[in-house]
Structures are given as structure tokens and as C-alpha cells.
């Protein structure tokens, strides 16, 4: 997640690990994480560049390459982690093009939940 989210980013959510959820990353405004039903305002302000870097990390350097992916609302970077992007999509025919000024990012992890269900009977 380090090399995904940027050493700083990281260094500023690295605690809550264990238990994070979500990563709501909006260019100029904090970031927000999410343990289960908890949110946190992290002491960071998101730049232009960190969306940037982390897409172009989650995309191998590509973000066009990958772009046939982003047509699901998502891209996926392994383990189970989700990144939503919103920006200017570029659409012709049905078919996407291209994304250009991004301006956020949503980053999803997967976490097992462990409950007791009792199931009632019908």
C-alpha cells in the first residue's frame, strides 16, 4: 500500500491499517478513511499529483492501458483493492477513450467480516 499511496500518505494512515476500509482522496481537501461505520479526517490535504502518482502506480504506468477496466466504475489492484475515479470521462460511440483531470479517487480494500448470522425461518 506504501508504494500505491505515496510515503507520506501512507506514513499518515499506516497506523489504522488493521482495520481501514476506505481511502477518499479529493484534489484540495483532506482525506477521509473509513473503519467500518468510522470515518477519520487524516491531516493531509490531497494534492493533484498524489491522484496522479497512485493512478499511475494502480495503472503500471498506463492509465489508457487500463482504461477498458475503468469502464466498470473501478480499477482493480490486486488483493482485492478497488479504485473509483472521478474526473472528465471522454466517451465516443459508447466506447471510452480516455479520463483527463481527475479529481478524486475512492480506494477500496477488502476486508473479511466476521458475524454470527441467525438465520429465522421462513
Known amino acids: 500500500m506504501e508504494k500505491l499511496l505515496g510515503q507520506t500518505l501512507y506514513g499518515k ?3 489504522y491499517m488493521d482495520n481501514l476500509c476506505e481511502i477518499r482522496i479529493r484534489k484540495g481537501k483532506p482525506v477521509y478513511i473509513f473503519l467500518g461505520n468510522q470515518s477519520i479526517k487524516i491531516d493531509y490535504v490531497a494534492k493533484e499529483n498524489d491522484i496522479e502518482n497512485l493512478l499511475s502506480v494502480a495503472s503500471n504506468r498506463s492509465v489508457y492501458a487500463v482504461s477498458d477496466k475503468l469502464v466498470n466504475g473501478f480499477l482493480p489492484y490486486g ?3 478497488r479504485i473509483g475515479l472521478c474526473g472528465e470521462w471522454i ?3 459508447g466506447k471510452l477513450l480516455s479520463i483527463k483531470n481527475y479529481s478524486s479517487l475512492n480506494v477500496r480494500l477488502s476486508k473479511e467480516i466476521r458475524k ?3 438465520l429465522l425461518p421462513f
Open 79 to 81: 488483493k482485492g483493492v
Open 13 to 15: 494512515i499506516s497506523k
Open 91 to 93: 466517451f465516443e460511440k
Open 116 to 118: 454470527t448470522v441467525t
